[in-house]
């Protein structure tokens, strides 16, 4: 997929405004080993219909008081102009062990045929030029610089400094395994107990989300498996299993002091390391 000129005029004034925060949503997607953000029609023409009065300078007078017609317009003059181009999914078909397609797929193939180049609620198009830098984009370059420069000091750093970031590090590392096993322990139960998980959030792991809609929702319900033989002997079997497991790490628990000694050693040979 060819790159376009640099887009110019007050045209460029409205994309940048669709490509603002609180705006059409998007989502990243790699064309033709190339990443690009792409949105969704169907996320377009509802944000026109939210806010027509963007568009109204770029609404031709022959489409009348049709939105369908004005979206059309519009999403054909973005198109004709380089704006965006209409991109499609690499996999037609969801992946081993899914039952849908993903809502945000993260490849895509372009749209060659011109006479597709056209608005439809459920194509995707990507747009063609980068978004203009945010000045939070310098702002994060300055710290991840002065970050690495912190790591490559971190040897010469006072003794009391390294025992802090090391135990900062095994914190945040313990946090999120336990998140994770709790996570899954609660969708275990849930799922041998009524034969649904409950899922705490659900999309955390998705590699087809954001970072923000990974915290989004909070719960979610599995969907209801058939209370059949089999499933119910599969359930019972697990149960059992957790169980087993569950007593076999209770006996075999090391005690406080222990643990205590384990950890201690943990901790110097992460320093002698350094």
């Known amino acids: 997929m060819q790159g376009v000129p640099e887009p110019e005029g007050h045209l460029r004034v409205?994309?940048?405004?669709?490509?603002?925060?609180h705006a059409v949503e998007w989502r990243d997607g790699v064309v033709e080993d190339r990443r690009y953000e792409y949105f969704r029609g169907k996320d377009f023409a509802m944000y026109?219909?939210?806010?027509?009065?963007?568009?109204?300078?770029?609404?031709?007078?022959?489409?009348?008081?049709d939105e369908d017609a004005q979206i059309k317009s519009i999403t054909e003059l973005l198109v004709r102009k380089g704006f965006i181009r209409r991109v499609d999914r690499m996999y037609k078909k969801p992946k081993?062990?899914?039952?849908?397609?993903?809502?945000?797929?993260?490849?895509?193939?372009?749209?060659?045929?011109?006479?597709?180049?056209?608005?439809?609620?459920?194509?995707?198009?990507a747009w063609m030029y980068d978004r203009p830098a945010s000045p939070y984009l310098w702002l994060w370059s300055a710290m991840i610089a002065v970050a690495v420069l912190a790591a490559c000091l971190f040897p010469l750093a006072p003794y009391k400094?390294?025992?802090?970031?090391?135990?900062?590090?095994?914190?945040?590392?313990?946090?999120?395994?336990?998140?994770?096993?709790?996570?899954?322990?609660?969708?275990?139960?849930?799922?041998?107990?009524?034969?649904?998980?409950?899922?705490?959030?659900?999309?955390?792991?998705?590699?087809?989300?954001?970072?923000?809609?990974?915290?989004?929702?909070?719960?979610?319900?599995?969907?209801?498996?058939?209370?059949?033989?089999t499933n119910i002997a599969l359930r019972v079997g697990f149960a059992l299993l957790a169980a087993g497991v569950s007593w076999l790490l209770y006996a075999n628990a090391p005690d406080k002091g222990e643990f205590e000694d384990v950890m201690l050693c943990i901790v110097l040979a992460a320093l002698d390391a350094n």
Do not use: C
């Open 161 to 229: 400094i390294k025992i802090m970031v090391v135990y900062l590090s095994m914190g945040l590392l313990i946090t999120l395994v336990g998140a994770i096993l709790i996570r899954g322990a609660v969708a275990g139960v849930t799922w041998m107990a009524a034969g649904r998980s409950f899922w705490l959030l659900p999309n955390v792991l998705s590699e087809e989300v954001g970072i923000k809609e990974a915290f989004w929702p909070l719960y979610a319900m599995g969907e209801a498996e058939p209370s059949t033989i």
């Open 14 to 21: 409205l994309t940048d405004s669709l490509r603002a925060k």
């Open 96 to 125: 081993p062990g899914k039952k849908r397609l993903a809502k945000w797929p993260k490849k895509l193939v372009p749209v060659r045929d011109r006479e597709l180049q056209t608005f439809a609620e459920d194509a995707f198009y």
């Open 48 to 65: 026109f219909k939210q806010h027509p009065e963007k568009f109204s300078s770029w609404i031709p007078d022959k489409s009348g008081g």
